[in-house]
């Protein structure tokens, strides 16, 4: 079988970090790698350095996709992931549920249902890049 990144001939690069001297290493390591993209999974510590990695990929001109929409808001290109409202909504539905007398251990287990897709389409005009219409047309948020 082969591996997505064969498929589309480009190569998948990971760069992992949990402190700060570790995420500029990872940044080092990225550029020597000439990376083209910037793909920021989901993780707490990445959170607390939102505005610092969406800076790196902002100066060196790297498309990037985040899964949060704050990093869109940040100036992030581009978020997709559950909606952070949705999920605390869902946290009020089992809370009240349980203060109804349900026991936690007999609540269904659920995923996310809603998702955010942003745009930033400042940042596209930043990078070079054209969003197509149709790409436009599926946004939940579009940030001029």
Do not use: C, W
């Amino acid at each position: 079988m082969k591996r997505p990144q064969r498929k589309i001939g480009r190569t998948l690069v990971i760069a992992e970090a949990s402190d700060d001297a570790k995420l500029e290493a990872a940044f080092v390591a990225l550029l020597q790698k000439q990376i083209g993209a910037l793909v920021v999974a989901s993780d707490p510590f990445f959170d607390s350095r939102r505005a610092r990695i969406v800076a790196f990929a902002t100066e060196k001109h790297l498309p990037a996709i985040y899964q949060f929409r704050d990093y869109a808001l940040e100036g992030g290109l581009i978020s997709y992931g559950p909606s952070i409202t949705e999920s605390y909504r869902q946290v009020g539905v089992y809370a009240g549920r349980i203060l109804k007398g349900a026991k936690a251990s007999d609540l269904p287990v659920t995923l996310p249902t809603k998702y955010d897709f942003v745009i930033n389409l400042k940042t596209a005009r930043a990078l070079g890049l054209s969003i197509p219409p149709n790409v436009l047309a599926l946004a939940d948020e579009v940030i001029e």
